[in-house]
Antibody
């Protein structure tokens, strides 16, 4: 069974940093890209960024609007992806989700077929 | 960034109704359009990828169509488990962007 489980969320003060984890099982982690999303309370979905599989270069892309504060990495040996958020702002308060992405370069197709349950990050003093 | 719009923003329908949701992109995105369903307190669930491909396990009463800038999600006979918010999302170019959602409510 494919599973993705986010962890690391919680209450954090503005200006601090936080690292979220996306722990996966049930599939060959190294064959997939991992995307991160967030959803502010009562709002829609926002793409944060993704990291490709090593076979596709292992590169990352992030939403430019987030101004480089978000760093995505992966550890294929542990089948975990990470989202580091620096200089947290109150606007970063949201549920953060990770999702699996087959990232098929030949077809240019990305879709997110399995998601974690999300982890809530609350930024407040 | 590619802007996505959806219409309607909400609708009320009865079990058994045919429901159509429209999604429009601010520029051509070929067929790189996915549809998701989200229920309160839950993660999104993939329904359709690349405009018309039904994700494994999704019932055949759900279908997608379109290309370029205009896309449609159709539920041929609404079931109780279909009441939720539906999002379209483009994967043509990063940043991957979502529509604002369409809430399907029980009439």
């Amino acid at each position: 069974e494919v599973q993705l489980v986010e962890s690391g969320g919680g209450l954090v003060q503005p200006g601090r940093s936080l690292r979220l984890s996306c722990t996966t099982s049930g599939f060959t982690f190294g064959d997939y890209a991992v995307n991160w999303f967030r959803q502010a309370p009562g709002k829609g979905l926002e793409w944060v960024g993704f990291i490709r599989s090593k076979a596709n270069g292992g590169t990352t892309e992030n939403a430019a609007s987030l101004k480089g504060r978000f760093i995505i990495s992966r550890d294929d040996s542990k089948t975990i992806a990470y989202l580091q958020i620096n200089s947290l702002k109150t606007d970063d308060t949201a549920i953060y989700y990770c999702a699996r992405d087959p990232d098929i370069p030949a077809a240019g197709i990305h879709y997110f077929d399995f998601w974690g349950q999300g982890t809530l990050v609350t930024v407040s003093s | 960034d590619i802007q996505m719009t959806q219409s309607p923003s909400s609708l009320s329908a009865s079990v058994g109704d045919r429901v159509t949701i429209t999604c429009r992109a601010s520029q051509s995105i070929d067929i790189y359009l996915n549809w998701y369903l989200q229920k309160p307190g839950k993660a999104p669930k993939l329904l359709i990828y690349a405009a018309y491909n039904l994700q494994s396990g999704v019932p055949s009463r759900i279908s997608g169509s379109g290309s370029g800038t205009d896309f449609t999600l159709t539920i041929s006979s609404l079931q109780p488990e279909d009441f939720a918010t539906y999002y379209c999302q483009q994967s043509y170019r990063t940043p991957f962007t979502f529509g604002p959602g369409t809430k399907v409510e029980i009439k």
